[in-house]
C-alpha cells in the first residue's frame, strides 16, 4: 500500500469542531462540561479492543434507531455521554463528507423528564449514529444521561477505521460480497478528504 497517503493532522478542536461534533455537543444541552472532551486520534491496534459487532439487536437498547441505514451493526465497547471516541468518529465522518441530519425531542412534566437527540451521518453504505438521552430526576432535578453509538456498513465502517488509524481487518465483514482490498479503501479515504480540503 502506498505510504504517502494523505491524513489530516486533527480531526476537530474545541473551538473548531465539525459539524456533526458540534451536533453531538448540542444535544448534551449544556447540562454537562465538555472540558474533559479530547480528540484521541490517530489510533493504532486492531478495532476489536474498541469495537463490538452486533449480531442481534434488542431495541430496547436504542441500537435499532439506525438499522434501515446499511447492514453491519458496530458499537463501542464503552459507550458514555460526551465520549471522545464517539466525537472522533463523527469527526471522521464529516472528513469522508457524509450527510448530517439531527432532531431532537423532550417530554414534559410528571414522571423522569427526557430528552432524546440523535445525530447520524451518512455516507458510502451506511454512517454512524449516535443517541443522547438525557434525563432528570422528578425530585432531585438532578440530569444523568446515557448514549448508544452505532455504525451501519462494512463499507462506512472500514473507512472510518481506515482514516482514524487502527488495523486493517483481513476477513470480509457482514455484507461484504468478497473482502475489498485495504489500497481501495485507502484510495477511497484519501479522495474523500482531498474533496472535503478543497
Known sequence: MNSTIYRPTTLWLHEA???????????????????????????HGPPSALFRRLTRIPAHEAYDRFEAHGM???????????NDLTA??????DFLRGKVQADGSCSGPGGIGLDSSK????????????EVQLY????????????????????????LLELL?????????EGEVKKPDRAEIAQLVEDAIMLEID
Open 165 to 173: 488509524g487502527f488495523d486493517w481487518i483481513n476477513r470480509k465483514l
Open 72 to 82: 453491519g451493526c458496530w458499537t463501542l465497547k464503552r459507550d458514555g455521554i460526551l
Open 88 to 93: 472522533d468518529l463523527l469527526a471522521a465522518a
Open 119 to 130: 445525530v447520524w451521518v451518512a455516507f458510502l453504505d451506511g454512517g454512524i449514529g449516535v
Open 17 to 43: 469542531p465539525t459539524i456533526s461534533v458540534d451536533r453531538y455537543i448540542d444535544a448534551h444541552r449544556g447540562e454537562f462540561s465538555t472540558n474533559r472532551m479530547v480528540s484521541r486520534y490517530p489510533y
Open 136 to 159: 432528570e430526576h422528578q425530585s432531585t432535578n438532578r440530569v444523568s444521561g446515557t448514549q448508544r453509538t452505532t455504525i451501519r456498513g462494512a463499507k462506512a465502517y472500514r473507512a
